[in-house]
């Protein structure tokens, strides 16, 4: 059984488009985040919601939206994509709120190319 | 400076060897501190927290030392299946972890 699972795992489209990239988990966590891994391999936090509420959003593009019907959803939907939104977006979630210490549970990580 | 600094390797090592990688945090507010380990392509992982007074675990050692801010995970009988790259992960700011680089492993036969 899955925790923490992402569809697609591999996105390939051209610059201009909208996609979205799911994220699902079955582990009962009230908080949920989306990473950026770029070439470099640097994991950076994108956004944070817990209990479905919007608590981190670092400095990200509003082409980026992320959206959580649900506390095991957390969605995250990209506008105009760009050149350098080429990445791994991983999803994750916790138990409770960073501060709190709690482990991060990742899903697979959803492999993106802007052409 | 960067807000969590590693050496990115790549560390190449025997089996059987012992192995340390340090890390550095800016931030001396920082409140929790973990290890986890990413192998290629793959989704991070935790291999462990590391707590004030040090902590275990099997083959693998993690130490805090907050005067100096810095955490070093120490692993000893390198096995092959411990390549990876691992990621030094700090409670920077809040609610937020801020992950360095990562120091790549390989333990060859």
């Known amino acids: 059984d899955t925790a923490v699972s992402q569809t697609p795992k591999y996105l390939v489209t051209q610059m201009g488009n909208d996609k979205s990239i799911k994220c699902e988990q079955n582990l009962g966590h009230d908080t949920m985040y989306w990473y950026k891994q770029d070439s470099k391999k640097f994991l950076k936090i994108m956004f944070s919601?817990?209990?479905?509420?919007?608590?981190i959003n670092e400095t990200v593009p509003n082409r980026f939206s992320p959206k959580s019907p649900d506390k095991a959803h957390l969605n995250l939907h990209i506008n105009s994509l760009e050149l350098g939104d080429s990445a791994v977006y991983f999803c994750a979630s916790s138990q409770g709120l960073a501060g709190g210490g709690y482990e991060q549970f990742f899903g697979p990580g959803t492999r993106l190319t802007v052409l | 400076r960067k807000e969590v600094e590693q050496d990115p390797g790549p560390f190449n090592v025997p089996e059987g060897a012992t192995v340390a990688f340090n890390c550095t945090y800016s931030n001396s507010a920082s409140q929790s501190f973990f290890w986890y380990r990413q192998d290629c392509r793959k989704e991070p992982k935790l291999l462990m927290s590391v707590y004030s007074s040090g902590n275990e675990d099997g083959r693998f050692t993690a130490q805090l030392n907050r005067a100096s801010q810095y955490i070093s995970l120490l692993i000893r009988d390198s096995k092959l299946s411990d390549s990876a790259t691992y990621l030094c992960v700090v409670n920077n700011a809040g609610n937020m972890l801020t992950f360095g680089g990562g120091t790549r492993l390989m333990v060859k036969p």
């Open positions: 919601y817990n209990n479905k509420e919007l608590i």
